[in-house]
């Protein structure tokens, strides 16, 4: 999709898109007919051509697409995306530097096992730690802050 509204509202053909993603002509043809499908693109115009390689066989049907304003908003849709629970915790952990679970359970409406599982992963990641002392509740703390979004890797179960 991407690939498509970076040509705006010009016209673009098969093997343009070919060409910039470096993919089959038929993988393309499937994926700029799925768009076509859904409404985000328009087929307007189809011709066939032969390629400059080949002087024998038959000749490639060279398609011609055009943006509707419908693939800017789905684009748009896709990079406004609700924060998840783990984003909220995130941020709460950024503001408040020092937490418990309870703390992250009441601030972000979250549920207590996927707390636990968030601080797990992130202490074994680095980003996180316990400090020494005693208490009821651990008390953990953000050593490692690398901006709003939350880091994202393969989480291993």
Known sequence: METCQSYGVQFYSLSMIVEKLSMDRQSARHKLGKLERSGLVTRFKESEKLLPEFS???PIKEIYYRNRKSLEKKIEER???KDTEWDKMWKAVRILRQFTHNDLVT????????VRYFTKVYTKAGYFRVPKGRGRE????IIKDTG????HYKQER
């Open 56 to 58: 024998k066989g038959r």
């Open 138 to 141: 651990k008390t953990w703390m």
């Open 107 to 114: 601030l972000c409406n979250a549920n207590l096992e996927n």
């Open 148 to 151: 709003p979004r939350r880091p």
């Open 79 to 81: 990079y406004q995306q």
